[in-house]
């Protein structure tokens, strides 16, 4: 930011030349537009992958939006997809938690990203995963498939949810075990992370469920909650208006599906300008 004042007093001559040669040597300006610089990429599976990048110093999000993000596409136009922003809203870098789609147009290329590859990214976040669009309430679910926990990552991980709610539930379905690693890991970390660690303590309750790989817990959310299964498991009553609050991000089917059987516990759907009992992601990658 320039200081208001007199004018600088003018520079020898040798000092201009150097000071035009520093600015015709300096590297040119990044090629694509909001740019951002890959910082680590992992591979889960075949099908999944997670990576983080530099965080625009303009950007603040609350946990749980999304942003767009993506590549240059061949005819020279950004390709761009939404991304839950799987990092909290304190974190210095951003992490993404990404599907891969053999014929998609974005993700085909996505996934042969590498550290100090760039990628756009408008720094505009948006979404309805968010605290702010729930009443206040004293348990708090998660339901995801697959990459949807991307958003509940962030969430888990940002204090002002464990502030809100005495006990998180976080219900994670894939189809096979390798594909819960990614949540498994991240839950796993978190009591003993300096910053994060002392705030979960154990209100966070981790519930993962395989639909095709036999593993110790199977069933789809959807099934597990008719049958009063998962209430069962963890010692947990049915869920109830009067204290309980949920978050879902899954396929188009899963979240319809969810609704229905949400709404037959008597709750109703919010949103940022309205809070209410539940809320529903609706954005999706390919």
């Known amino acids: ?89 304190w974190d210095e870098e951003l992490e993404f938690y990404s599907i891969k789609v053999p014929d998609g147009p974005l993700t085909s290329r996505l996934q042969h990203i ?80 300096p910053l994060i660690g002392e705030f979960v303590g154990d209100k966070l309750k981790y519930y993962p469920t395989t639909t095709r790989e036999e593993s110790p817990r199977m069933g789809r959310i959807t099934d597990n909650l008719k049958s009063g299964k998962v209430f069962a498991d963890i010692g947990t009553p049915p869920i109830s208006p009067e204290t309980d609050r949920a978050m879902v991000c899954g396929s188009l089917a899963f979240n319809h599906d969810m609704k229905a059987i949400l709404e037959g516990y008597g709750l109703r759907e919010g949103a940022n300008s309205d809070p209410a009992e539940y809320v529903v992601e609706k954005a999706f990658v390919d």
């Open 114 to 193: 590498q550290p100090g590859d760039e990628i756009i990214l408008r720094p505009k976040p948006v979404g309805t995963l968010v605290l702010d669009a729930l009443l206040p309430g004293k348990r708090l679910w998660l339901f995801a498939t697959g990459t949807g926990i991307a958003p509940f990552a962030s969430i888990v991980r940002d204090p002002e949810t464990y502030e809100r709610y005495d006990e998180v539930i976080l219900m994670h379905t894939c189809r096979d075990a390798a594909e819960l690693d990614y949540g498994r890991e991240l839950v796993e970390s978190l009591p003993e992370d």
């Open 1 to 89: 930011m320039k200081r208001e004042g007199a004018a600088p007093a003018r520079a020898p001559a040798t000092e201009q030349m150097n000071q035009q040669s520093t600015i015709m040597n300096a590297p040119a300006a990044k090629a694509l537009p909001d740019a951002q610089t890959v910082t680590s990429v992992r591979h889960w599976t075949d099908r999944l992958f997670s990576f983080r990048v530099t965080r625009p110093r303009s950007l603040r999000f609350r946990s749980g939006e999304f942003v767009m993000i993506g590549l240059m596409g061949e005819n020279g136009k950004p390709l761009l997809r939404a991304y839950s922003i799987a990092s909290p809203s």
